[in-house]
DNA sequence: CTAGCTATGTGACAATTGTCACTGACCGGT
DNA sequence: ACCGGTCAGTGACAATTGTCACATAGCTAG
């Protein structure tokens, strides 16, 4: 069975086994909102297939792209949140279409007792998801905006296992909290120093860029 | 029993009894580096007086306050590092001095299972610590070096818990990851607005400041 | 009391980033 | 092929932050 599939080097099996019980398995478009900033954590999500994007919103609507969750992966703030029935910090965004199981809250604290793997797995996650913010702010504390839309670019590109980048200036500029100019004449920049192509909607990322 | 009075409202007192069997009870004077960035996390520290100061430092030696850790309280990194033996993200100084329990690693794990209340409270540390690093992220990202440097100077106050701040332009730049003159500046435009009052050394904020 | 160190104040200027205004390019639907 | 919308390019300028140079003030050891 698929789950199965995905998940037996990590979990034993009769973990495997209550997710197929309990958990549900949901399929989103690219896009949708999974969970929005302010909302009560109702399930954490654990991922099939896909990618989703965790961002951060100040009050004015500004964005900022925190850390992307890929398969077999999970986002600790939905645990800690969960646990002890918070608002959510953070908005959950489908970055391409994404099946995930929908963990019962409930369950969480149950499975951390019973099950070593579960616990090594959320211990795990919770830390390299410290390492995400702790980068996200050196980034923001130490670097200029040009070595950070680079970061950027080789993030994505990472994420989608392609040299190829479906984005708007806009929506870079957006998930960076900066401004479209600004990034188009950084773009602008790296496209004459031969390190990427700028096509409409989307960017090509040379060789030379890495 | 000092440790008694401080966590009986916390911990059951079989956890308290565990305390003072195995963690050692150390007193370090202001401005001693507890753990250094880079260094293997040997022991979870948990404050019985006095504050912990952490913070992240880049390659080229800047620094930038994350957070501090007060009286009952703990550092959630050193938890996620400590459990899986990874070296420390951030640096741990003394901000004043301080006395606090050195907990071994070993038994980290052991105590979340056997003792309800050290795993509320680990959960809660780390939530807590998420989103201090959260805010960090939004000042980093959304705010100005103005609101930025009247924030820290809130923190301080608060921290210390007078409205006298003994330090020195330069001191606060590093901690903000900024620069003296800038920090001049700014600690100047927040005296003529009649906010603060500038001594060598020595900050004092007004009413008017808050 | 004074020499010397450290802290602060400040003007001038540079670099980075943000904003505004406008242009033209591209693209899908008719 | 044309229209209307979105996207990208760009110059001018503003705001913010950083850097340099130097002056002055305050403190402390001798």
Redesign the interface.
Known sequence: MQINEIFNQIFELELIREFEKKAKLIFVKEGAVILDFGKTVSMVPIVLSGTLKIS?L?E?G?E?L?YYVNKKESC??TF??C??Q?PS??KITAEEDTEFLALPITAMDEWM?KYPTWK?FV??T??T???E??S???Q???QKLDERLANYLKEKSKVTGSALINLSHEQISIEM?SSREVISRLLKKLENEKKLLLYRNQIKLLPNFW
Chains 1, 2 share one sequence.
């Open positions: 951060r100040d004015s500004s900022l925190l600790a703030m800690t949140c646990m002890q918070f910090e953070v007792m090594s211990m795990k919770i830390r998801r410290f390492n913010l702790l996200a702010i050196d923001l504390a130490f909290a």
